[in-house]
């Protein structure tokens, strides 16, 4: 239940933000909405826990920061096959793995998230058996480089939700 | 002009430049799939230039532009995703040189239970 009342805080301040009024009676309307909208989801497949929580802040936006990067690239990327003549296209859907042993349904999200952000992938399906199924612009660079991508990834995905720190 | 004006105005111009490549993308390649990767992601890093102009014009509304491009770039591959896989649960092939799911081609979208 503390922890909750922790964690309102960042959506409270991002409230005062949007609404553009940093005053008491704005804070107190989002922390309200924010402790009550986080004890109707019970957010139970990240680790809740005091002493992860430096840890998985940091691992958080180091992912935004990366995601960020990673719209301007590919945005680039596909700017120039749009550009060019012939499109340099070889499309295809490979199956890349997803490494992830614990099915965690959040990771398996951001994964397939950051996945359609990098250049020239997009995810068609996910299926249980661990295997995703990536739409490429130009299949065998995919098929070479994603799955270590995917590795690396899941790394920082296990910081975020604290899976090591359980 | 101020720098502040003219780096503003870079970026609005950043956005619309990357918004119509966006379009025009959607109308040269050659299907379902591959016009997705033009509207999701090129049309994203538009809208992200346009935020980053207005922030800079208009400094007040900075943290409300970042939070709002953070928004944009985190559920626009959703949008991409559930149209790619509807699309190919219709049956719509992709004219692709290879392709693993063509098992699943045409087959009803999966109700998957959630945790």
């Not at chain 2, 959607?26 to 049309?43: E, M, N, Q």
């Not at chain 2, 400094?59 to 970042?66: D, E, G, N, R, V």
Request: hydrophobic share 50%; proline share 5%.
């Amino acid at each position: 239940m503390l922890i909750y009342a922790f964690l309102a805080l960042p959506l409270a301040a991002i409230w005062m933000a949007i609404s553009n009024q940093i005053t008491v009676q704005s804070f107190t309307l989002g922390y309200t909405a924010s402790i009550l909208t986080l004890t109707a989801m019970q957010p139970r497949v990240v680790t809740l826990d005091w002493r992860c929580i430096p840890d998985q802040i940091t691992a958080l936006v180091i992912y935004i920061v990366r995601l960020f990067v990673d719209v301007v690239l590919s945005g680039i990327e596909v700017t120039g096959r749009i550009l060019s003549p012939d499109m340099r296209l070889k499309p295809g859907i490979v199956a890349i793995p997803t490494y992830d042993g614990t099915a965690n349904s959040v990771v398996i999200a951001l994964s397939a998230n950051s996945i359609t952000l990098t250049p020239g992938e997009l995810v068609v399906e996910t299926e249980h058996n661990n295997l995703m199924y990536v739409h490429a612009l130009d299949v065998e660079d995919s098929a070479q480089n994603a799955p270590g991508e995917q590795k690396a990834r899941l790394s920082l995905l296990y910081r975020i939700i604290g899976e090591d720190c359980r | 002009m101020s720098l502040q004006e003219i780096i503003g105005i870079v970026f609005i111009f950043i956005g619309v430049f990357f918004s119509a490549i966006g379009t025009l993308g959607v109308i040269r390649l050659p299907d379902v799939y591959t016009r997705l990767h033009a509207s999701g992601k090129v049309s994203t890093l538009g809208l992200v230039g346009l935020l980053a102009g207005t922030a800079v014009l208009m400094p007040q509304t900075t943290i409300k532009m970042l939070v709002l491009a953070l928004f944009m770039v985190i559920t626009a591959p959703v949008a991409s995703h559930a149209i790619a896989s509807a699309a190919y649960h219709l049956g719509i092939k992709p004219k692709a040189q290879r392709d693993d799911l063509a098992h699943r081609r045409g087959t009803p979208t999966p109700v998957v239970n959630g945790e």
